[in-house]
């Protein structure tokens, strides 16, 4: 499960990538999104730490996306947030930790069950950028016009 860090930065980032081009207050992404202010603010510093975002101070300042929307996915998103993606340590990549209950990983039926998980699941986060985030929630949008 998502923390609540994690989807608030999912959708921060969301909210600014549908105009990737302009500067945005923590005011306004706040009210925009629901989400706390404070809590806002430490999201995104982690984020402009991680190189998504940039940020300008004074007068027509505020946070921008440093990178295009179809250059940010949510496999990224999660890393960053909420660290492994995977169920068990010894399957995932960057986190990899082996487990004590395994005699022979390369044999090993429940990491070989659990690796083909985290792959189909990595593949579909880093499928689903920002970029393709929108057209869905413009599709989802019609869909219910209907």
Do not use: W
Request: with cysteine.
């Amino acid at each position: 499960m998502l923390s609540k860090k994690c989807k608030y930065a999912i959708h921060a980032l969301l909210h600014m990538a549908h105009q990737p081009e302009e500067k945005y207050l923590i005011r306004e992404i706040s009210e925009s999104c629901r989400i706390p202010k404070k809590f806002l603010e430490t999201i995104l510093l982690e984020l402009k730490h991680a190189g998504m975002l940039g940020s300008k101070a004074g007068k027509g300042g505020g946070y921008y996306l440093r990178r295009k929307p179809q250059e940010i996915n949510l496999a990224e998103i999660i890393r960053l947030f909420d660290g492994a993606i995977a169920a068990v340590p010894c399957a995932t990549y960057k986190f990899y930790e082996p487990c004590r209950e395994c005699e022979d990983e390369a044999t090993c039926s429940v990491r070989s069950a659990f690796l083909e998980v985290r792959n189909a699941t990595v593949q579909m986060l880093k499928h689903n950028t920002l970029e393709s985030l929108i057209k869905k929630e413009r599709s989802l949008i019609r869909k219910k016009k209907r």
